[in-house]
T-cell receptor, first 109, second 115 residues
């Protein structure tokens, strides 16, 4: 069946460090989104990236659709980056948005 | 994108009671969705709410437990009926502003605790 797998499940970083989060998906996609859920539960859109590379400040994302993975890069991490990062995929064939289990990031000062 | 609001932001309820959650968008949208996020878990789609038709429920969710209304293109409600402690979750609505890109945006969520 269709699957979205994220790694690592948990990550602890020292402030200022860089990190890479990975999202693997099992089939062709129409859409892929990265979200950050802050400690208050709010889901914040980071990227809409079904293919290619995008950058927004310290964050960037790359999706290689042919190899069925996406990467989220966080550079010079800050304590405010803490929270859960979700990858969500809209597979071809009009299926609902499927969320991965998330990567829980803790950035410590 | 536009502004999505939810009411209430949080509530504590007694088992056996029902709670209606409201989702308001400041522009018209075709597709609205309701998700549940159980503690420490990922998001699971409950149903898709389209204006003028009955909601479409995902496997494991039924209309009697989670009735949904969608009276117009800017508003929807989700009711959690006959609640039990297992219903304690964050409930989120989301919208797809642009059917071409299928990009979803989420409301701030309603944090529900059932005692």
């Amino acid at each position: 069946g269709i699957q979205v797998e994220q790694s690592p499940p948990d990550l602890i970083l020292q402030e200022g460090a860089n990190s890479t989060l990975r999202c693997n998906f099992s089939d062709s996609v129409n859409n892929l989104q990265w979200f950050h859920q802050n400690p208050w539960g709010q889901l914040i859109n980071l990227f809409y990236i079904p293919s290619g590379t995008k950058q927004n400040g310290r964050l960037s994302a790359t999706t290689v659709a042919t190899e069925r993975y996406s990467l989220l890069y966080i550079s010079s991490s800050q304590t405010t980056d803490s929270g859960v990062y979700f990858c969500a995929v809209l597979f071809s064939g009009n299926t609902p948005l499927v969320f991965g289990k998330g990567t829980r990031l803790s950035v410590i000062a | 994108s536009a502004v999505i609001s939810q009411k209430p932001s949080r509530d504590i309820c007694q088992r056996g009671t029902s709670l209606t959650i409201q989702c308001q968008v400041d522009s018209q949208v075709t597709m609205m969705f309701w998700y549940r996020q159980q503690p420490g878990q990922s998001l699971t789609l409950i149903a898709t709410a389209n204006q003028g038709s009955e909601a479409t429920y995902e496997s494991g969710f039924v209309i009697d437990k989670f009735p949904i209304s969608r009276p117009n293109l800017t508003f929807s409600t989700l009711t959690v009926s006959n609640m039990s402690p297992e219903d304690s979750s964050i409930y989120l609505c989301s919208v797809d502003f642009n059917g071409v890109t299928d990009t979803q945006y989420f409301g701030p969520g309603t944090r529900l605790t059932v005692l």
